[in-house]
Nanobody, 118 residues
Framework: QVQLMESGGGLVHPGESLRLSCATSGRIFRFTRMGWFRQAPGSQRESVAVFNNRGSPNYADSVKGRFTVSRDARTNTAYLQMNNMTPEDTAVYYC????????????WGRGTQVTVSS
């Protein structure tokens, strides 16, 4: 069973930063590309940072220049660094994995709540 475990969500003020983590097994980390998605109340899920087949991240226009993805092979963990956050970033954030060479994200974490409010 593929497990993706998000953590790091919480409440921040506008302009502040937050870093989300997504931990998984070594096999999943090695053979998949891990992206980030979010779903705000009353809205459809949207991609935040997803990877193309060349392994380069594509960021949503709304987060470009503020959010950055990274990976740590020592801990099998993917990260989403979120800077200069706004209330519009409030959502449940999910990490997801797709097998390399494929297009669909088929494994999902349970999500972590991020709230940006003054």
């Amino acid at each position: 069973q593929v497990q993706l475990m998000e953590s790091g969500g919480g409440l921040v003020h506008p302009g502040e930063s937050l870093r989300l983590s997504c931990a998984t097994s070594g096999r999943i980390f090695r053979f998949t590309r891990m992206g980030w998605f979010r779903q705000a109340p009353g809205s459809q899920r949207e991609s935040v940072a997803v990877f193309n087949n060349r392994g380069s991240p594509n960021y949503a226009d709304s987060v470009k220049g503020r959010f950055t993805v990274s990976r740590d092979a020592r801990t099998n963990t993917a990260y989403l660094q979120m800077n200069n956050m706004t209330p519009e970033d409030t959502a449940v954030y999910y990490c997801a994995a797709k097998w390399r060479g494929t297009t669909d994200y088929v494994h999902w974490g349970r999500g972590t709540q991020v709230t940006v409010s003054s």
